[in-house]
């Protein structure tokens, strides 16, 4: 016998779903053949082993795509690759496409406030390493070099591609699935020592010492609670944290000289502050402030 369900039944999840609107933001509509939950597993062993050419490119050849940037970081497409194959297993009709469309979903952005953080967030904080490295004495080339417009701005395009070969995976593909595993904190702090991991080889390559790789990890892990904080208050929207990525790799590089002057320590715990602050404010379980129901 099918149990009976009443109007009062469907007036609880009608509040349900608009309790959980108001909480995440607006979500993606429904499609047909998405399954309820994406493990981690299958996705994250097809991003390394898809890595492993170009990790053995880097090892073969000095070439660097920019100053300090090994022709290993061509990997940063692989996210994106892993994922187009999965979905393209998962028989969803217009699927690649609907992925593929997500690098361009800047109208989910809905509250075109959060532009402020997703491109001055992470140049505020370069900003503030600079000033307290000022202050503290540290080694800094002086008068500072200057970079002209245009360089700027076409390696912006380059580490925006590279972004959302990232997003599009990490972020597009993998993070709502583990949202409903674990809590938006946890998601991020669990992605963040993925992208530690897997980016462990082209640091070596570069030749990066312990000490410097041990701090990065520590700002790639608060990057990463920051990407999910604003994915979840950005209408989920890749085209924001992918920004936020290329403008987070473009201030590094600007740096003096080429991020060679970059103290890693005063950028892991500027960054790590911001993310507590983050937790703080907005909430660690969905780092979106919930309104009154």
């Not at 509040?15 to 047909?32: E, K, M, N, T």
């Not at 800094?140 to 970079?147: Q, V």
Request: proline fraction near 9%; include cysteine; charged fraction near 15%.
């Amino acid at each position: 016998m099918e149990p009976l369900v009443t109007a009062a039944d469907h007036e609880v999840d009608r509040a349900r779903g608009a309790v959980a609107h108001r909480r995440l933001g607006p979500l993606p509509p429904p499609r047909a053949g998405v399954p309820a939950s994406r493990p981690p597993g299958p996705f994250l062993a097809r991003v390394f082993a898809l890595s492993i050419p170009f990790w053995l490119l880097g090892l073969a050849t000095d070439a660097q795509l920019l100053p300090g940037l090994s022709v290993s970081v061509l990997a940063a497409l692989c996210p994106l690759a892993a994922a187009l194959m999965l979905v393209g297993r998962e028989g969803r009709t217009g699927g690649v496409k609907a992925l593929l469309l997500r690098s361009l979903d800047w109208r989910r952005i809905r509250d075109k406030r959060w532009y402020v953080p997703v491109l001055l967030l992470m140049p505020f904080i370069d900003v503030l390493v600079y000033g307290s490295m000022r202050w503290m004495e540290l080694p800094l080339p002086l008068p500072l070099p200057r970079t002209a417009v245009l360089p700027a701005l076409l390696m912006f395009l380059v580490f925006f591609v590279g972004a959302l070969g990232e997003e599009l995976g990490w972020s597009g593909y993998l993070l709502d699935p583990m949202q409903q595993r674990w809590p938006a904190w946890q998601a991020g702090a669990i992605l963040g020592a993925v992208a530690v991991v897997w980016h462990l080889v082209p640091l070596l390559l570069m030749q990066r010492p312990p000490a410097w790789i041990a701090w990065w990890a520590l700002y790639a892990l608060a990057s990463r609670v920051l990407i999910v904080w604003l994915y979840n208050n950005t209408g989920r929207s890749v085209f924001a944290v992918a920004l936020f990525h290329a403008t987070l790799n473009l201030s590094f590089a600007l740096f003096p000289v080429a991020g060679s002057h970059f103290d890693m320590r005063l950028g892991g715990l500027a960054t790590a502050l911001a993310a507590a602050i983050v937790l703080f404010v907005w909430g660690p379980r969905t780092l979106v402030r919930s309104r009154p129901a």
